[in-house]
Nanobody, 122 residues
Framework: QVQIVESGGGLVQPGGSLRLSCAAS????????MAWYRQAPGKQRELVAM????????NYLDSVKGRFTISREYAKNTIYLQMDDLKPEDTAVYYC???????????????WGRGTQVTVSS
């Protein structure tokens, strides 16, 4: 079982920055994608940024392009979401997920963290 833990959320003023972290608890047999989603009150969860293993290809929600950057630290089995020039509409709970095969005896599965709150307000 892979445990996913997010951290780094908080309250920030418009125009400010935050960096979210998402750590997987153990080494993983095969990784397909790593991603950040967010869910604002009363809205559906939406994909914010995704990175594909191997190619390192990334894609972003249109509204965050040029402001958010997804990255990975292989040694720590951790991904990050650097968020710059934050806007009030970025306020949401941010969730991380890893689409993986945990070990040689497992099947492909998506693991989610519990989320971290990001609030952008003056």
């Amino acid at each position: 079982q892979v445990q996913i833990v997010e951290s780094g959320g908080g309250l920030v003023q418009p125009g400010g920055s935050l960096r979210l972290s998402c750590a997987a608890s153990e080494s993983i047999f095969t990784i397909y994608t790593m991603a950040w989603y967010r869910q604002a009150p009363g809205k559906q969860r939406e994909l914010v940024a995704m990175m594909r293993e191997g190619t390192g290809t990334t894609n972003y929600l249109d509204s965050v392009k040029g402001r958010f950057t997804i990255s990975r630290e292989y040694a720590k089995n951790t991904i990050y979401l650097q968020m710059d020039d934050l806007k009030p509409e970025d306020t949401a709970v941010y969730y991380c997920n890893w689409d993986v095969v945990a070990d040689r005896y497992s099947t492909r599965k998506t693991y989610w963290g519990r989320g971290t709150q990001v609030t952008v307000s003056s």
